[in-house]
């Protein structure tokens, strides 16, 4: 018998469950979400500015590869695999470069940066090699917003539908994520970090606000509505961004003003107003009139997440706070706190994950229901049942049960 | 057909088997210890005298859990899971404090010190939790010789006969323990040892002294029948206790005198002589006339275990040394001596552990037999067979066999 | 229906298949070339000069054992696991040392030199226990070349034929190699390396000379036709040693004359010209006029392995040396750069071996003819098939594939 947990409130409460806590630990469960999620979704990877021209190249990790991306002659940015065709060497040994084909350093297979094979010693002596088939193994590239977006999969989802349709899930359309004109952005600052968490507790504490009275000081100031816990986006069925407080002159740590204008072409509905976007996988994209907070996750373990955060701002701002006739630290740092307070609670959790106290998971309150819905496409990602005799089952996590 | 060893003596000798090697280092068989002894049987965990008033709290590890135990205000000395049970973060982020609530710092669940859930934003809207069921999940706990024991099992063993019994089996009664009023000493001095070994060699070596003249110089001078390999409980029938030497003073670490004087209520039997008991799974309990030292052991991992060692004196004598009028360096150096002597031979074991020479266990010489016992336990407690036709099965260790 | 890619080309090509990239990141793989290649053959050891007199002994590691090798009154060199008969605990403790006998510091079991036990506590009281029962369990010896090779199976493989075959089907015969002295030669220079890559992809890079253009400058110079990427060791049938370029006046960095004179005996075929011989599983010889070069590989995980380099001269030459009337470093620093440029393309490539681009593994182009019959040599030892259905079988790798 199939009990689907996510149709029934926990017992002693009209709380709703979470998976239960070794979703969070197991390496298996982790192997599974690199292989169908990461490995098979269009992942945000790098801004595409970051290739100003033909030849350079950065490498980057998506899921448990290392993929190089290489702005091209002949067809715009491309990607690869990082592994030589010949006996797999990695053909980029640095995090970026700049060169006119990629060369293997062991022995000296070249490719085009287009991807063919073009040189290698007695490669003239070889003429039935197939310089295609022996080229460098090609990944999906797309992009957007002025992002390098790269898809692993062989038959990628559709990027319109995969990617853009969460912008249009959050706003109805498309056209207000335009208005801010985040491709022609430039970023003023990018912090990493190094989060001792499975990445789905990062993901869901992005879904909720409810913590934010608790450990966000500095951004309930600013939104005041985020101390009564609500992060919905919809309100009587509109679209909902969270107003800026009566007093507060700028998205800045203090609620000072920025000392830079807003974005040229957003609608007045967005001016003093916070828009949040979760584009799953691994993006968080964070809308204010004068700015534009964007983070990519790369997950490294079921412990351990990297996340990278890039404040983007009008080009000409960044060249003002470039020639220190403008100061964009107090806008950073608001975002900068709100992470590091985030992820600390991410991080005092994780530790829970494996105990016996969490076997049967957790509880959901009901301003917590994005997290909800993002369970249950979880679930059903991964091709796991959601079913109290899931516990007979090597494959499907228990089911859900009481914490307490 | 089933062997069992314990009945037969190793061939080309009358040296009795231990169990094979990979006992000590197969993660699967330590996560078993993990969950049938540590995480089921009752553990001492802190000197009840460490939470002094109500309010403070303490975290401590017990098996693979963290659980806080707390002084409360209306139930004595409580324990709880150290998971929150909304989300599950860590309620308690430090090793210890003090506070009139635990109020989890993700989203501010508030739990009184009894455990129920009082408190948490919008809480007053989700009329139908129930303050208990939602409340920290409990442990048992008691108090014995002035520590707080914890037991993670839901049906705790009985504490009477598990861990009094240890010492009834030892001493034949409870008075010889209760006579050196260990619930009224107070801690001289602690120190914590990373043991890089298995807890089972710790237990192992502290149930033998043939390795007594080999490694302890300082303990065999003070105590010489311990030159003789001798450790045994028992001496035609009778309780046995370890004499002092003729000509030794004290129990320090060169056996002059301690220059403070008995416990008041030991028995004439008790002078001069030193007692060991072992509480299975993780105490070891050592008495001299003039002060108590009492180990606790948390394993870590199947090659790792923390060491925790008190040394217990009368509230007199360590108020004067804190004051400087008495100094407890002698007393205390001598079984620091000896933890470290052991604790060296453990580790310089471990590594044995895995080679294809000790597969199938070592040999027990017959002063060694108190570790025999202490294997029947093992085998017994985690549902193993000790058979020759083990090799067949995955669940069972193989049988011991010759190590040379 | 099994497919023998031995026999079959890459598509696309006449490129030969490597095995899957797992073969070089699989623990359960690394565990079965432990057990059946390196705990079953032949392993060079030490020098055994390095145990000059009785009494000295140093301990090695081979596969997952740690091993003592010492020098007996009665017996020549020995070796025993370093594992006491009794409770286990390593016998010797340190790298190296000298003594009279071999005793355990945990119990005194006290062992001849020669293996016996031969002294213990109690032991008279113990009369029934067998001296050479419980004597150290003995392992497998023989000198060759100066060195001690140590084989730990209970029935070791003919030494003749497994490790003197390996130079007989070098050179047709043994002389070759025994006109260098190599056994009266004299260390005069060790160097260790800690290599962050599988034991496979060193030996692989030790059998071709595709490499060598790419990456060894100073090897190219003195030694032109490796540019060409020839390592051949037969050409039209008969033994091939590489000649020196017509400048070069020595095996040195820089191709200067190396300042001491050639081996005595060397034949007038062996002048001028470098000879390289692979001794599976874990040593490269590689002989020069003046001097010999010998590698020992350790695997210490599924990709790391210790290699130990030593480079041998005339005892008279070391002399010098030590007398600072000579100077080694020119000889010393060629294959010194050699191993640092072959150690990191091997660490540049163990990365890619997890990567889904190799899971097919990579080609061979036809000079690296030396590395496919290494594979159907580890195939063959590891019991594992080569087909197309092996994706169905959990204990053979997947049959190769394109990389592209």
Request: charged letters at 25%.
């Amino acid at each position: 018998m199939i009990i689907d947990h996510l149709d029934e409130p926990l017992p002693g409460s009209s709380l709703r469950p979470t998976p239960p806590g070794h979703a969070y630990t197991d390496p298996s469960i982790f192997a599974s979400e690199q292989a169908e999620i990461f490995e098979k979704m269009w992942n945000c990877v790098l801004r595409a500015d970051a290739l100003p021209s033909v030849g350079h190249w950065k490498t980057v990790r998506i899921g448990r590869e290392e993929v190089i991306v290489v702005r091209t002659r002949k067809a715009g940015v491309q990607a690869y695999f990082n592994v030589c065709a010949h006996r797999g060497m990695r053909v980029c040994t640095a995090a970026k470069g700049r060169s006119r084909t990629l060369q293997c350093g062991y022995h000296a297979w070249t490719y085009a940066l287009e991807g063919d094979l073009v040189a290698a010693p007695n490669l003239t002596s070889m003429p039935d090699v197939d310089r295609q088939q022996y080229g460098l193994r090609r990944v999906q590239v797309r992009e957007w917003l002025g992002y390098v977006w790269v898809c692993l999969a062989e038959e990628p989802p559709d990027f319109d539908e995969a990617v853009l349709g969460e912008v249009r899930t959050r706003f109805g359309e498309i056209e207000s994520i335009d208005n801010y004109g985040i491709e022609s952005l430039r970023c003023g600052k990018t912090k990493t970090y190094d989060v001792a968490a499975n990445w789905k507790l990062i993901i869901e504490n992005f879904m909720e606000c409810y913590h934010c009275a608790t450990i966000h000081p500095e951004l309930t100031e600013v939104i005041p509505e985020f101390a009564d816990g609500l992060a919905s986006q919809r309100k009587n069925g509109e679209v909902h961004g969270s107003n800026f407080g009566q007093d507060v002159h700028g998205f800045t740590v203090d609620g000072s003003a920025s000392g830079f204008g807003e974005l040229p072409s957003i609608a007045p509905g967005q001016d003093r107003r916070y828009y949040a976007i979760t584009v799953k996988p691994q993006v968080f994209i964070n809308t204010v009139p004068d700015h534009v907070i964007i983070h990519r996750m790369f997950p490294v373990s079921e412990s351990r997440t990297t996340v990278v955060c890039d404040w983007l701002f009008l080009p000409e701002v960044v060249a003002k706070a470039e020639a220190d006739e403008l100061d964009l630290t107090k806008s950073v740092e608001l975002f900068h706190r709100v992470n590091r307070q985030d992820f600390e609670a991410c991080e005092l959790t994780q530790p829970s994950m494996s105990s016996k106290a969490y076997a049967g998971g957790g509880a959901l309150v009901p301003s917590e229901h994005h997290i909800e819905e993002f369970h249950a496409w979880w679930y059903q990602t991964l091709g796991l049942r959601r079913d109290a005799d899931a516990e007979d089952s090597a494959a499907a996590p228990p089911a859900p049960a009481p914490a307490a």
